[in-house]
């Protein structure tokens, strides 16, 4: 999609918005308010024969609440068990008193949108988990081909905590063990990487938010400043990808980026498979880094508000995205090798499209004044995202719709 | 002899480059300045076999010419720049023709270097310190190249080609293109120090997790510091490879690819034993992977960033891959130098009770430094390695 005819299309009637938006979730006034019930939730799947939970028109703003937060020791899930596991862990919070919460245990309880377990799997075995997703939005109108603009006004943490969380097998430690020969590095070089220390055993670590600081207390010396954002945004994927697509592998109709650029301020573009487009969110972070090593981010419950905008007939092959400063392309692949070519040859299309760039000029500009971060290493299909700043393209006026303070 | 010739050399730039000097008011003053003539090059590799073109004390301040010759043809070395436009009495041009001339290929395939510099006191088991005080592109231009079958896309660049950018220094931005600016953020490639004798030369077009050289990560630029842990007696510290900008990746193959003058104070730490080259910017700790994997080279980072953690912040290892995921950036170095690379930027700013940033010897508001070096102690470490020297 080329980015300035959207700016174009859409800055005239959004100024009022671009000042609001700055401001909390309350403020900003939304056309339609999905709430996180057993009915609007799905775990860890797209659908593309669930109801809609709202249709809306291009243009509209819609506020959707976000699960997460429920974590307990093993045991039955009762609101005693969840209340004594918040209070072990110094969270100053009940079940009675954080809506997210309860709302959250009533979806895990009660949601018949979940996958049964795998055909092969022992009997007993409970149906499949997964993200605590939220979905479809219908967008009228919208057609396979078309694209869906998502502009992130804001995300607002639902709980004052998240965790984070790691178990033996899984996140960044354990890539490449399959190929120990390439230690054998070509530059011999000394000292050799020694074999990764595998993740002991699962854990799973508290940080406390402090929502009016916007910071994470990660332990008494540490503190991380926050950008809530939602792991998973996605439309509805093509049928080639089968009818009830898992959510843990990102793909072209993006799903689990797991990109932390994409807090409030950022802009996401889909291609749209569906009709209706059929957007699904969930995955609430708090703060992540680039790269999401041990396989999550501070995990919470976030509410979003986001606006879509259909373009028809303006087709992507991939996601892209935008934030005030930046536009971002991604490149998605189990090999992290392959996932750095793909975000490489999307920043050379988008070059061409956007400034004209002949291959040499994009290629050139990609190595000079691009940088290619990794988005996650954890999600099976690993993503690195490209950053093209926007202030290298010296003539162009700034009519992105929201302008950080 | 060369060793001392050179000093003497070097002594009577400083008087001349002293101008230059009190103009920029640095907040320091300079030791020595190392020209990049012919014979304080070192061409393609490093190898604590190289004969030092300067020995300095521990804490001193050194000046360093540095080239980057991309262009100049073997068989008709002024025709590019006249072609181009640039001044053949440029100091820097005069530099690369008379480097082009006398110095010959060594065989071994890599960058054109300043160096080495022996730091005295400096034994296997210390730690290198080099701080960057200062960089300046000392040419108004640079090159950009990229060639099928190497790159971030190798399959995919039909024909070689080199793309001339020039700058304007006064606003310190590349002119890429009608409409396209590129702000410069001057940076060396290669920072490297000599490997231990039996290694014999390697060559600097890889990066190596020990002796560094050609790490090409963009955030090496002025106020930043690398950590080298030295293999050989006096270090032996090679830098070249000068870049005028560059973004992560570095997907042609190349940077802006251009002339540094880079101002080093160099300090031998006894105190701080690491097995892998580190890097400090005033705001980020940065730990590095390296790999002909991307994916292995993302591991190691990590595997790095974990030691740096326990090392350093005193955190178990479930608490140190905790915080790699919410609050450590991994990005990708390059991808192109045979070994690629992967960093990762940890923020100074999330330890909210320690002084980190502060205590930094650059504070980049102010341009405040501060560069007092105590003596080094006695060092038990060499004491130790005497014998074997």
Redesign the interface.
């Known amino acids: 999609m080329n980015a300035l005819n959207t700016r174009k299309a859409f800055a005239g009637g959004l100024l009022a918005l671009a000042v609001a938006s700055a401001a909390h979730a309350m403020e900003i006034k939304a056309d339609c308010t999905v709430p996180f019930t057993p009915e609007t939730a799905i775990l860890g799947h797209f659908s593309s024969t669930k109801e809609p939970v709202a249709t809306v028109k291009s243009g509209a703003i819609v506020r959707i609440d976000g699960g997460g937060g429920v974590r307990y020791g093993g045991g039955e899930l009762t609101e005693e068990t969840m209340d004594a596991w918040l209070k072990e862990n110094g969270i100053d919070a009940t079940v009675a008193t954080t809506p997210a919460l309860a709302e959250t245990m009533k979806v895990l309880k009660e949601t018949k949108n979940r996958l049964p377990p795998p055909p092969n799997a022992p009997p007993g075995t409970p149906a499949a988990g997964g993200h605590l997703l939220v979905g479809p939005v219908y967008i009228e109108d919208a057609e396979p081909g078309d694209s869906l603009e998502v502009r992130i006004l804001d995300v607002t943490p639902r709980i004052p905590y998240g965790s984070?969380s790691?178990s033996p097998g899984r996140?960044?430690?354990?890539?490449?063990?399959s190929?120990p020969e390439?230690?054998e590095?070509?530059?011999?070089?000394?000292?050799l990487?020694?074999p990764?220390?595998s993740?002991?055993r699962p854990?799973s670590?508290v940080?406390l938010l402090d929502l009016k600081r916007n910071a994470?207390h990660?332990?008494?010396?540490?503190?991380?400043?926050l950008g809530p954002f939602m792991g998973v945004m996605a439309t509805c994927p093509p049928d080639s990808e089968g009818p009830n697509r898992r959510s843990t592998a990102p793909g072209t109709f993006g799903g689990n980026l797991d990109c932390?650029e994409l807090v409030a301020g950022s802009t996401l573009y889909l291609p749209v498979y569906q009709k209706g487009a059929l957007f699904y969110t969930g995955d609430s972070h708090a703060?992540?880094?680039?790269?999401?090593?041990?396989?999550?981010?501070?995990e919470t419950a976030d509410t979003c508000t986001l606006q879509f905008i259909l373009h028809k007939g303006q087709k992507l092959a991939m996601p892209r995205a935008e934030t005030p400063t930046d536009y971002i392309l991604f490149g998605l692949d189990p090999?992290?090798?392959k996932a750095?070519?793909q975000a490489?040859?999307e920043t050379?299309g988008f070059l061409k499209e956007k400034?004209g760039?002949d291959?040499?000029?994009a290629?050139?500009?990609?190595?000079?004044?691009?940088?290619?971060?990794?988005t996650q290493?954890v999600d099976r299909v690993l993503g690195?995202h490209?950053m093209v700043p926007k202030?290298?393209?010296?003539?162009?006026t700034n009519t992105y719709w929201y302008r950080a303070r | 002899m060369k060793c001392r010739r050179a000093v003497r050399a070097a002594a009577a730039a400083v008087a001349l480059a002293g101008f230059a000097v009190a103009l920029t008011a640095a907040p320091y003053s300079v030791n020595y300045h190392l020209r990049s003539v012919p014979e304080n090059m070192v061409s393609g590799y490093f190898s604590a076999d190289t004969p030092p073109v300067l020995k300095i004390k521990s804490g001193e301040i050194v000046e360093i010419d540095t080239i980057s010759g991309g262009g100049a043809r073997d068989d008709d070395p002024t025709k590019f720049f006249k072609d181009n436009g640039i001044p053949l009495d440029l100091e820097v041009v005069q530099d690369i023709l008379a480097i082009k001339k006398a110095v010959p290929p060594s065989g071994i395939r890599g960058h054109m270097m300043t160096g080495p510099i022996f730091v005295e006191g400096a034994m296997p088991g210390d730690t290198l310190e080099v701080r960057i005080l200062d960089i300046k592109s000392r040419a108004p231009y640079g090159i950009n190249s990229g060639r099928p079958g190497s790159g971030g896309i190798p399959d995919a660049v039909p024909r070689p080609y080199a793309k001339v950018i020039k700058f304007d220094l006064e606003r310190n931005v590349a002119l890429f293109a009608p409409g396209i600016e590129i702000p410069l953020r001057q940076f060396q490639g290669v920072m490297g120090i000599a490997p231990a004798k039996e290694r014999g030369k390697l060559s600097s077009t890889p990066p190596y997790p020990d002796i560094g050289g050609n790490f090409d990560n963009k955030y090496l630029g002025k106020g930043a510091t690398l950590y080298l842990p030295v293999q050989t007696e006096g270090a032996l510290f090679q830098t070249g490879d000068p870049h005028a900008a560059q973004g992560n990746g570095e997907i042609s193959i190349t940077a802006i690819e251009s002339s540094n003058t880079v101002t080093m104070q160099f300090i031998v730490r006894k105190d701080l034993p690491i097995k892998v080259a580190r890097a400090e910017t005033p705001t980020h700790y940065i730990c590095m992977g390296l790999d002909v994997e991307l994916n292995v080279a993302m591991r190691m980072a990590i595997m790095q960033t974990l030691e740096f953690l326990k090392e350093k912040k005193g955190l178990d290892f479930f608490d140190a891959l905790a915080l790699g995921s919410v609050g450590v950036d991994f990005e990708v170095t390059q991808v192109v130098d045979q070994t690629k690379g992967i960093h990762a930027m940890i923020p100074k700013s999330i330890f909210v009770k320690d002084s980190d940033a502060s205590t930094y010897w650059f504070n980049p508001a102010s341009g405040a430094m501060n560069l007092a070096v105590s003596e080094p102690a006695p060092a038990v470490v060499a004491a130790n390695l005497g014998g074997a020297q």
């Open positions: 984070t790691g996140g960044g430690l354990s890539l490449g063990m190929a390439s230690f590095s070509a530059s011999k070089a000394l000292p990487t020694p990764a220390p993740v002991p854990f670590k940080t994470g990660f332990d008494k010396d540490i503190e991380i400043p932390k703060v992540q880094g680039d790269g999401e090593v041990t396989g999550s981010a501070i090999d992290l090798n750095m070519k490489i040859e050379l400034q760039l291959i040499f000029h290629y050139s500009l990609s190595s000079i004044a691009v940088d290619y971060h990794v290493v690195v490209a202030k290298i393209f010296v003539n162009d």
